[in-house]
Nanobody, 124 residues
Framework: QLQVVESGGGLVQPGGSLRLSCAASRFTLDYYAIGWFRQAPGQEREGVSCINPSGDSTNYADSVKGRFTISRDNAKNTVYLQMNSLSPMDTDVYYC?????????????????WGQGTQVTVSS
């Protein structure tokens, strides 16, 4: 089964940083747009950032612009989300997902393969 796997979550103090990774299992990410999403219990899944297959087009939610950076290393079959200046409002489960094709969007319904999520907790 095609799968993406997130890693890098954890507990960090306000103002701190984390880097999340999204790695593919059993398929190459070269032809897939990748999105990062987050979801709190009882809330809808929110698009955080996305990147197209070649890595030259990215998009961010307004709430994370200037703090988060998405990038990809197709040679390592991995997409990263660098998160800086974290605040308690960023506490959520973070998911990555893949979508075959050139267009990267922040709409979760455009994505096919989802990971299990990684918990990010920002607290002092």
């Amino acid at each position: 089964q095609l799968q993406v796997v997130e890693s890098g979550g954890g507990l960090v103090q306000p103002g701190g940083s984390l880097r999340l990774s999204c790695a593919a299992s059993r398929f190459t990410l070269d032809y897939y747009a990748i999105g990062w999403f987050r979801q709190a219990p009882g809330q809808e899944r929110e698009g955080v950032s996305c990147i197209n297959p070649s890595g030259d087009s990215t998009n961010y939610a307004d709430s994370v612009k200037g703090r988060f950076t998405i990038s990809r290393d197709n040679a390592k079959n991995t997409v990263y989300l660098q998160m800086n200046s974290l605040s308690p409002m960023d506490t959520d489960v973070y998911y990555c997902a893949s979508a075959l094709g050139a267009t990267a969007t922040l709409n979760p319904y455009d994505y096919t393969f989802w990971g299990q999520g990684t918990q990010v907790t920002v607290s002092s």
